[in-house]
């Protein structure tokens, strides 16, 4: 069964640091691309990155390039994303989300880890 | 980049209502189009992928058409369990931009 359980969320303060986690099982995990989506409360979806499955390539939202950085450990069939500088708007539950082998779609999403970015 | 502009940002409707949302590209994106819905609390399904093709699994009342900057998802009969928020979402080339929802309602 295809499982994917983020962690790493919680509360820091404008300007500081997390580290999420995405632990993937049941398949895999260095065939599949990666991406991590999130959604401020109350708000809709908004795309932030995506990995390849080599990890040789990776894409940023403009909002976040240059402070998110995505990267994965496909011997520990984890995916990471590293969030500096962060800012209240950066505020939302983060998911991780598999890319279809293949295709160009999310078949698979995590359950979330919200994110709150407060002092 | 490419915006992605859903319509309606709501809708009211009956079980048993036929349901169609819009998604429009601020060009082209061939057949790089995706729906999902998403309940309260959850993570997002998906419903169709490139544009047409229905999800293993995914009732048959759900259809996806379109193609270049214009598509639609239609709900041919509203169930119960359909109440929800739908996006659309480009995808191929990043960044892979979502509308900005739909919310269905019970009326």
Redo the contacts between chains.
């Keep these: 069964e295809v499982q994917l359980v983020e962690s790493g969320g919680g509360l820091v303060q404008p300007g500081g640091s997390l580290r999420l986690s995405c632990a993937a099982s049941g398949f895999t995990f260095s065939s599949f691309w990666m991406h991590w989506v999130r959604q401020a409360p109350g708000k809709g979806l908004v795309w932030v990155s995506r990995i390849i499955g080599d990890g040789t390539t990776t894409d940023y939202a403009d909002s976040v390039k240059g402070r998110f950085t995505i990267s994965r450990d496909n011997a520990k069939n984890t995916l990471f994303l590293q969030m500096n500088s962060l800012r209240p708007e950066d505020t939302a539950v983060y998911y991780c989300a598999r890319v279809k082998h293949g295709w160009y779609y999310f078949d698979y999403w995590g359950q979330g880890t919200p994110v709150t970015v407060s002092s | 980049?490419i915006q992605m502009t859903q319509s309606p940002s709501s809708l009211s409707a009956s079980v048993g209502d036929r349901v169609t949302i819009t998604c429009r590209a601020s060009q082209s994106i061939s057949t790089?189009l995706?729906w999902?819905q998403?309940k309260p609390g959850k993570?997002?399904?998906?419903l169709i992928?490139?544009a047409s093709s229905l999800?293993s699994g995914v009732p048959s009342r759900f259809r996806g058409s379109g193609s270049g900057t214009d598509f639609t998802l239609t709900i041919s009969s509203l169930q119960p369990e359909d109440f929800a928020?739908y996006?659309c979402?480009k995808?191929?080339t990043?960044?892979?931009?979502?509308?900005?929802?739909t919310k269905v309602e019970i009326k």
């Design positions: 980049d790089n995706n999902y998403q993570a997002p399904k998906v992928y490139s999800e928020t996006y979402q995808t191929y990043p960044p892979w931009t979502f509308g900005q929802g």
